[in-house]
């Protein structure tokens, strides 16, 4: 199944450990983050997909992802959750999909993981106005960002980026953030964040 041409639309956000703004943009995950490590929640909400013949749309995933020093050093850690409402195929899609196993954008992140958790179904609530995104998973975690306002009051967009999922992220900052689950556990309330569309595929 892994083989199966697949495409989701739809956003993402994340919340980091890094001082606003995450180096990380800037230099292809090859600086320092500004706290020696990296600590990141990212969240995803598919509004239309599709992995070969499994209808994706409406459901949601989480990422969490920690790394030791550099992200492009890699030595990092990720958990994927996958929405309790997706049947089996959908879970087995979007498993391939957001473990960097299926091509596209989240197997970008594949150099800089040495450990893969085991997948979990979870109840992962997703929500977003535009300019405010909030997850959660009852008992690992809990986020919320907020865009950075700038100019007429609207939110800062930073283009060109080096990162894997948009090449044009929101800056934003988390207002709440935390997560505890396998042995990994961090706070990031009041830390960095971004936000985008997305339309990914893997070909």
């Not at 450990?17 to 909400?45: E, F, I, K």
């Not at 997909?49 to 030595?75: H, I, R, W």
Request: overall charge negative; glycine content about 10%; hydrophobic content about 35%.
């Amino acid at each position: 199944m892994s083989n199966e041409k697949w495409r989701i639309e739809g956003s993402y956000f994340e919340s980091c450990n890094c001082d606003l703004l995450c180096p990380c943009l800037l230099s292809h995950a090859q600086a320092r983050p500004t706290q020696g490590h990296c600590d990141v929640v990212l969240a995803t909400h598919i509004d239309r997909g599709s992995y070969g013949n499994v209808d994706l749309s409406g459901l949601n995933a989480v990422q969490a992802l920690t790394t030791p020093g550099e992200m492009a050093k890699g030595g990092g850690t990720l958990a994927v959750y996958i929405d309790e409402r997706a049947n089996d195929a959908q879970r087995t899609a979007l498993e391939a999909i957001f473990t960097g196993n299926a091509a596209g954008p989240p197997s970008l992140m594949n150099a800089m993981i040495a450990h893969r958790l085991p997948t979990s179904s979870a109840q992962i609530s997703y929500s977003s106005d535009g300019k405010k995104f909030s997850v959660s998973i009852p008992g690992i975690t809990e986020v919320t960002i907020e865009g950075v306002v700038g100019a007429g009051d609207q939110v800062v967009w930073l283009d060109n980026v080096g990162h894997p999922y948009s090449r044009r992220l929101a800056a934003a900052k988390g207002t709440r953030s935390n997560f505890a689950d396998h042995s990994l556990s961090f706070e990031n309330s009041g830390r960095n964040g971004h936000f985008s569309t997305i339309n990914w595929s893997n070909g």
